[in-house]
Structure formats: C-alpha cells, structure tokens
C-alpha cells in the first residue's frame, strides 16, 4: 500500500505538519517525488510515526528517539540502557517537583497563618524579603 501524505497522517494519527516536521529533523524518509503526481509514502511509515510518538509520551525527546531508531531490534542492551536513563531522569524530575511542591505548601500555609491584609506572605518570600522561599 502507497500513501499520500495526507493518507499517511491520517492513518499514523498525526497531522500533515508533524509528517513534515519529521522529515525535516531526520525521523522520518521524505520519498523522491515522482515527475507528476504527489509522493507516495510506504506503509511501514505508519508503525515508525506511531513508535515516535509513544516514544514521545514517555518523555523521550526527538534526538534519543532517533538514536532508538538508529539501534533497532538487535541492540536490545543499548536500548535498555536508554530506557533506564530515561528513567532515573524522571525519577529525578519527580524528586524535584515534590520538593517545589511542598516549597510551595509551605508558603501557602505560612500565607494561612499571616492575616495581615498589608502584604502578601508569598509575594514576600517570593521577593526574598522575608528570608524564606528556599
């Protein structure tokens, strides 16, 4: 089966520009384009635009996918080690955004607790000018 790329898109859940956008940056093979008519994509393009953007949402950016890509089926070690990277850095970012939130708890309360109408406890940790905000 040959597909426009609008057919291509379609069926890959994606639209037209994502197609081009993947092209662009390398993911994905732009076909010659014939002496009349339109390009005409094979349907394996498919299942490649649709493993990009799984790869996407979990959190692998467009130049670690190209390097999945680039290692295949028979490399399962190195993809391994990419996935567990991947991993340990979301694990970091998740440590991170528990510590901003409980930062951003602890202003909240100490805003709960200050009744002053003058000022705004958070702005004034925010601005450092009460020595808190971490």
Known sequence: MRLTIGKLAQK??????????????????EPDKPAYGFRHYPA???????????????????????????????????????????????????????AMRQVLTDLIEACQSDRSSDHCSVIDALSGQNGSGT
């Open 12 to 29: 890959a859940g994606v639209n037209v520009e994502t197609v081009r956008y993947y092209q662009r940056v390398g993911l994905l093979k």
């Open 44 to 98: 394996d393009d498919i299942a490649r635009i649709r493993f990009i953007k799984r790869a996407q949402q979990l959190g692998f950016t467009l130049k670690e996918i190209s390097e999945l890509l680039s290692l295949g089926d028979g490399h399962c070690t190195d993809v391994r080690t990419l996935a567990e990277q991947k991993r340990d850095k979301i694990d970091q970012q998740i440590s991170d955004l528990k």
